[in-house]
């Protein structure tokens, strides 16, 4: 059965070949002039340089390095590819500045306001530098009704499932977590509480009004055991 039934056979060998198209075999097609990328001998003759004009570049430099021998390519490109001839030259953005904190020289681009020791000091280390600082919040401590029994009541009230995107917990990695709806870790009510996937939780760190306004608006249209009596959260000055 694995035998060969076509009786086509090479030209050059008289070898078996498979199929009626094929002229040649495998070993027999790729030498020399038989080779399909044979271009008449190309590879082994030597090209002149455009600017030195010497015959010792090969085909293989001259048609990746235009045409330019080795000696010649890097003085070609500093003179094409750098200060205004650049491609990415826009109006001289990218010249030497200073750095906001100690003053030193920097050669980064136009977003790069501070030098490396600066950028890593300045960098978050101090919490209030955040956009999203609001008087030390995160390190308040939650209640202690917040525990693992309400979280469980919480996800079986909404089937184990985020209510933002539906994604059930069976699919993820790791149990959902719990959302205070109004922001308060102090509290914990059945109708503040509403079950996240990890995606849409981090969500709500930003656009706080708006997601408040957001799960409002799902746990009254949604939920029977709904109460009203939440406050507005707005972010202070």
């Given amino acids: 059965m694995g035998e060969i039934l076509s009786l086509n056979k090479c030209i050059d060998c008289d070898a078996s070949v498979s199929t009626s198209k094929t002229l040649r075999c495998r070993s027999c097609s790729k030498k020399g002039r038989l080779a399909p990328s044979w271009k008449g001998g190309v590879a082994k003759q030597l090209f002149s340089c455009i600017i030195c004009k010497i015959k010792t570049v090969p085909y293989c430099t001259w048609k990746t390095g235009r045409g330019l021998c080795l000696k010649c ?3 070609y490109l500093s003179k094409i590819k750098m200060g205004r001839n650049a491609p990415g030259y826009k109006d001289g953005r990218f010249k030497k500045r200073n750095c906001m904190s100690c003053y030193k020289k920097i050669n980064k681009g136009s977003y790069q306001r501070r030098c490396q020791s600066c950028a890593k000091i300045f960098a978050y280390k101090n919490p209030k530098n955040h956009p999203n600082y609001i008087e ?4 308040s401590k939650y209640s202690s009704d917040f525990n693992k029994k309400l ?3 919480i996800r079986k009230r909404d089937k184990n499932k985020c209510r ?3 994604i059930k917990q069976k699919n993820l990695k790791r149990k959902l977590s719990v ?4 922001y308060d870790k102090k ?4 109708n503040n509480l509403i079950s996240l996937c990890l995606r849409c939780h981090l969500k709500t760190i930003a656009n706080r009004n708006y997601w408040f306004a957001y799960y409002v608006y799902i746990m009254e249209n ?3 055991k709904w109460k009203k ?4 959260y707005d972010k202070p000055a």
Avoid: A, Q
């Fill in 164 to 166: 933002k995107c539906n």
């Fill in 187 to 190: 509290n914990c009510k059945e």
């Fill in 229 to 232: 009596g939440f406050k507005t």
């Fill in 136 to 139: 030390g919040r995160s390190l």
């Fill in 222 to 224: 949604t939920s029977s």
């Fill in 73 to 75: 390519v890097p003085k």
């Fill in 179 to 182: 959302h205070h709806i109004d």
């Fill in 151 to 153: 979280k469980e009541t």
